[in-house]
């Protein structure tokens, strides 16, 4: 039991002070209307035997929740006694659940304010038990009404046929496509001549291109390529003017025979080339201090 008050309620608590052969024990507690809280309100704690919800509030009440609930007679199957049991939501909500007895399929019908949640198991010698479906209660009407409707029966066999002779016309034709596959040297032929034909042009595009000093693989010829080709435009490129070695330069600016010499290396192809000084009254010129004394006189 899980507390004190629970073990009184179910009658199974007894005074340490009560002798049962001296005096019964409503008399030795006082009590004239029972001993426990069935015979006095005709309430019996109750464990809810499945997962449900509330139908009000939307809560969750899970399987083994127990319950303060009222337990009456609703009437009799055969001379077995069908019984009711009346309980409030622990949401606070205001709702009332009613679970009874159905001796006929040994299980229990919820009512009022409670839906049951619905769970199926299929039996598997390898997998033991495993579940089916896990149903919420606002789909369990309508999987009932479903189930137990002729034309939805009748509907659903038709389909069952009509899904079975769509296979049946799948299956046919893999079977012909399979009977078409059955010469094995036939097809073997067929695909070698093609892997044939592939790997001569291959060979043919290797060839091409290692006569172009290509180390990549050359692609087929197209229309757009060409034109792209086509299309290009190179400028032409300027040769740079020579440049004259610092060593034949003159330190006072331009000088005629060095520009001279490094013309006629870079015509004739010589390394070094060398020009006869110059004779006569023009072999040097003045310097700038001769041409300040010529001023001075």
């Not at 038990?129 to 409707?149: I, P, S, T």
């Not at 390529?225 to 400028?235: I, P, S, T």
């Amino acid at each position: 039991m899980s507390s004190l008050s629970a073990t009184q309620a179910d009658s199974f608590y007894y005074p340490p002070g009560w002798d049962p052969s001296r005096e019964s024990l409503n008399a030795h507690t006082g009590h004239t209307k029972g001993r426990n809280q069935y015979e006095q309100k005709g309430l019996i704690r109750f464990e809810l035997p499945f997962d449900g919800w509330c139908t009000k509030c939307g809560k969750h009440v899970g399987k083994g929740v127990r319950f303060n609930a009222s337990k009456v007679s609703d009437g009799k199957y055969h001379s077995t006694t069908i019984w009711k049991f009346d309980m409030g939501c622990p949401g606070l909500c205001g709702g009332t659940f009613v679970v009874r007895t159905d001796p006929k399929t040994s299980d229990y019908l919820f009512a009022g304010d409670l839906r049951r949640k619905v769970e199926a198991y299929e039996e598997n010698e390898a997998d033991g038990a495993r579940m089916l479906e896990n149903l919420d209660h606002r789909d369990q009407e309508k999987l009932l009404k479903a189930k137990r409707d002729p034309m939805a029966s009748l509907e659903r066999s038709k389909d069952d046929t009509q899904r079975a002779r769509e296979r049946a016309q799948a299956l046919a034709r893999l079977r012909d496509r399979a009977d078409r596959g059955e010469d094995d040297y036939g097809a073997n032929r067929v695909l070698r001549h093609r892997h044939r034909k592939v790997r001569k042009e291959a060979a043919r595009d290797e060839a091409r291109a290692r006569g172009l000093g290509l180390t990549v693989a050359l692609t087929a010829p197209s229309a757009e390529d060409a034109a792209e080709a086509r299309a290009q435009r190179f400028a032409s490129v300027v040769a740079e003017p020579a440049r004259v070695p610092l060593a034949a330069q003159s330190i006072f600016g331009g000088d005629s025979r060095a520009r001279t010499a490094a013309t006629l290396r870079r015509d004739r192809g010589l390394e070094s080339l060398r020009l006869r000084p110059r004779t006569g009254a023009r072999a040097r010129a003045p310097t700038p201090l001769i041409r300040a004394k010529r001023r001075r006189r």
